[in-house]
């Protein structure tokens, strides 16, 4: 027995099925944008921020393993600067390059602590914790901003809160 062509389509059933789609040419659209929505690439919780390798550098090569000392501080308008006279302040490299131990030495007093930042160096938390540490110690103790690193002096602010503090430290 011979095999016959068939259309499955026939030309009037071709130009429905098109007429079909583009009448719903809006709702495939949204079908598609939500789909792209839904799969979109999403950040992988298992990795840890890390600094970029240049700011690794500036922060290593500048700051890290240096003497500072305090070259303005500012508690709401009052001048508190001379309450540091004689200090010299140490933020020690570890391999995090993210935290550390932090030094304050005056004379023969050694004060230890930590310092922090985050993965951009944006931020540094100063806590100088020895067992009895100087009272103008708890104007450091807080989370600081970078308002400007332009080495040799280093612009702090408070991280949060506006409180009319300031923070200067120059390398030495």
């Not at 809006?26 to 839904?38: G, M, P, S, T, Y």
């Amino acid at each position: 027995m011979p095999q016959r062509n068939t259309l499955i389509f026939t030309p009037d059933k071709l130009e429905k099925v098109i007429q079909t789609i583009y009448r719903s040419r809006l709702i495939i659209a949204v079908i598609i944008a939500v789909l792209l929505f839904l799969s979109g690439c999403k950040k992988s919780s298992t990795t840890e921020a890390y600094p970029s390798p240049i700011l690794i550098l500036y922060f290593s090569d500048n700051i890290l393993n240096r003497n500072f000392i305090v070259d303005k501080a500012i508690d709401n308008g009052t001048d508190i600067t001379s309450q540091y006279d004689g200090y010299t302040f140490v933020l020690s490299r570890t391999d995090s390059y993210v935290e550390g131990p932090l030094t304050a030495n005056k004379g023969t007093n050694n004060y230890t602590g930590t310092w922090t930042s985050n993965e951009d160096y944006s931020k540094l938390i100063i806590n100088l914790n020895a067992p009895s540490i100087p009272t103008e110690f708890n104007f450091l103790n807080r989370t600081w901003k970078f308002t400007k690193k332009s080495i040799p002096v280093l612009e702090l602010a408070p991280w949060i809160n506006t409180d009319p503090k300031i923070l200067h430290m120059k390398r030495v």
